[in-house]
């Protein structure tokens, strides 16, 4: 099913076909627009990137390292292994497929566990997202926040039931 959008011309209420910005009557705007945001992308891409960067992902030496795990081999290797140990199956809720690992322990928790197969889990989206909630009030980890001294929770079958409540 097509999508559809107005027309970008102020006072056109036409609608046009998604991918095109302009109707018939005004499309000898479409390239000109066109050029317009390629230019400010090649323009803002970096600056926004890099402030990212600095500001999100890297913004400590902690979260620094812990990104630079993520870009290494041996995370890849890691992330293959605890793959096919799990047969793509999410330990969660079962569903097939599933091409996330997720760390059981976080490791902005305990950092000792980082490289460690029996920390690491295939999980789905949708496991994923509870989880990373229900780390952030249990644990306290996430942008923001205080880690909390709370005994570590390994077991799959509790994390899931914790989350789930």
Known sequence: MPRYRRCRQPGCHA??????HYCKQHY???????ANRQRWARTHGKQYQHKYNTQTRN?????????????SSQWQRLRKQA???????????GQPNSKTVDHIVPIEYDQ????????????????????????????GTGQGN?????????????????FSK
Do not use: G
């Open 146 to 162: 205080q880690l909390k001294s709370v005994p570590e929770v390994r077991k799959i079958f509790e994390i899931k039931k914790l």
């Open 59 to 71: 913004r400590n030496a902690t979260k620094h390292d812990q990104y630079q795990f993520y870009r």
């Open 28 to 34: 000898e705007h479409e390239a000109e627009y066109l």
């Open 112 to 139: 000792q566990r980082m490289a460690s197969i029996d920390n690491l889990a295939t999980i789905c989206r949708e496991c994923h997202r509870k989880k990373t909630q229900w780390e952030q009030s249990y644990y």
């Open 15 to 20: 609608m046009v076909q998604l991918p095109a």
């Open 83 to 93: 793959l096919e140990r799990d047969y793509y199956i999410c330990q969660y809720c």
